[in-house]
């Protein structure tokens, strides 16, 4: 399975969900798969969705999905361990690790060699961390869904992009959309 089929066997479980996607394609897709005012995509800023997620769940009490890639996290190291340190049960990190920087051309990361997100999540703090493959991302999903833990979910998947179109909204809109579905929520 490849990134946009990972988003697209979650969209049962995560829509109407506040969703913070990574920039690129992964918003592009879930644009495409599921558009919802609770979705808030990324659309220039590289490693930023776990912490504005992280951000968001630790100002209210709505759970909060912070979808990000492999190679977003490795460009943001710095989440892993400011996650760690301020805990919100409401919050889940989903990264979808593909093992390339599937927005710009599906080079190699790290995360596709030797770096383990896993461990690296675990080496900085934080407690409850499930590595899983595609194939499981449902039930590991649903799973911390359930759970009043945060949790972070590292999701083995393979490289590999759809065609998509650019999200046209105006960032403007998207911003906009997704405060007033917060607001909406608390």
Known sequence: MIRSEVLKILIPVISDKLVVCNIGLPSQELHMLDDQPSNFYMLGTMGLSSSIGLGLALAQKEKVIAIDGDGSVLTNFGTLPTIANN????????????????????????????????????????????????????????????????????????????????????????????????????
Do not use: H
């Not at 030797?114 to 590991?140: I, M, W």
């Open 87 to 186: 805990v919100a049960d409401n919050f889940i990190l989903l990264i979808i690790d593909n093992g390339s920087y599937g927005s710009t051309g599906d080079q190699p990361t790290y995360a596709g060699k030797r770096t383990s997100l896993t461990k690296v999540a675990e080496a900085c703090g934080c407690e409850n961390v499930v590595e899983c493959q595609a194939e499981e991302a449902v039930e590991v999903m649903q799973a911390a869904l359930d759970s009043n833990q945060m949790t972070i979910i590292v999701c083995k998947c393979e490289s590999g992009n759809i065609p998509v179109s650019v999200i046209k909204m105006d960032p403007v809109v998207i911003a906009d959309r997704f405060m007033t579905e917060v607001q909406k929520r608390n």
